[in-house]
Every structure is written in C-alpha cells, then in structure tokens.
C-alpha cells in the first residue's frame, strides 16, 4: 500500500477507535506535557483535566524522514503512517492479544514526534543493536522495539520487548550489542501490522 493508503486507513481505524476510548487527560500548562490547548473538547475541570480531541496533523512526510535520519533508523511503513494520520492522545492502549496495557506514542499537536523521540533517546543505544523502541509494554516494564534486523520485504518489522529491569544492568555499551541484547527480547508480533490490528483494527 502507498503512504497516502496507509495514512487514511490508520486515520480512519483511529477515529473509530477514538469513540469508544476514555478520552480525558490532564490539560497541559505552558506547553508542557498533558492535552494542547488546540485539542481541548470541553472546558478543563476543577482537578484539570480535560476531554481531547483529534486534529488534523500538520506534521510532514520530511518531517518524520528529518527524524528518521537524525536517528539513522528506517521506520515501518504503517507506523510512519500512524505518526502522519492525526493529532491523539492514545498514550495507554490494550492488546487483545496479550490481555496487557502498553504505554503508546502518542501525537500530541503541540509537538507531534516529541514522544517517540523521548523513548528513542531513552534507549538510544538500542539503536545500534538494530533495536528501535516505539512504546512501553505493560505499566512502563521496558521498550517494545521494531527488529530491524528482520525487516520484511515491504518493510515492516518483527515487535519484541525487553524488561527494562534486565537491560539497565547491561549498561549503554552492551545494550548496543546485539548479541548481548537478544537474550532479553521476548518476541510479541510479527509486524507493526500485526500489532495495529490487535490493538485498534483489522488493518
């Protein structure tokens, strides 16, 4: 499928999956993290929290490669459409799959790819194990990560997660070895297709 495809298939399994998912956050103070003002649906209430809603993104295709190439990693095609399909806030989802929480990157307007750039820089040396984080399994236990290494021929990625417990002992150096790191990597999807299907479609 072409980007253009992809993005309005994930526009449309978001904006249905937004209907019935608790849409409120805490509203966001000088930018900061929380719901952008430009996302409010409602007013704030006495302990500020907000309903948000989806936007129309603004974000561009060169903007997600200008990150792509900073991090030197090559991201798949359906999750670059889910970076460009819309402003949400769909921070905690579930898998059907696994009966479990993941903490997810979400798009917020005032700074769309902040969140996944986080996680990335969080564990960058990842990175060069061919290892590229884009969520949190469970109630933030370590990073879900696309293997690289096991690209597929339309360019979608292998999902593993790795305890977060067990990789910070490894320390930077060996977190960026992959021999060292494939121990922890316990396998979750075959690709991020896979993954968007079990968590908001049958993409």
Known sequence: MSLTENIALVRLNL???????HRMSVASEDGGAGVPADMFEGDVDD?????????PSTLSESDVSQMETEFAIQLPPLFRAYLLAGFQLFDQIHSSRYDQLIFNT?????NPLGPIRQL???????LSANFIPFAQWGDGWGPMCFDAANRTADGDCPIVWMDHELLAPLGPDKCADRD???PH???LYDSYRDFFSDVFSQA
């Open 180 to 182: 060292s790191v494939m």
């Open 47 to 55: 302990e500020g929290w907000v309903a948000w809603r989806m936007l």
């Open 15 to 21: 904006e249905t999956y937004a209907e019935g998912y």
């Open 106 to 110: 979400d798009v917020p307007s005032n």
């Open 120 to 126: 990335i820089n969080v564990w960058k040396p990842l």
């Open 185 to 187: 990597a316990n396998p």
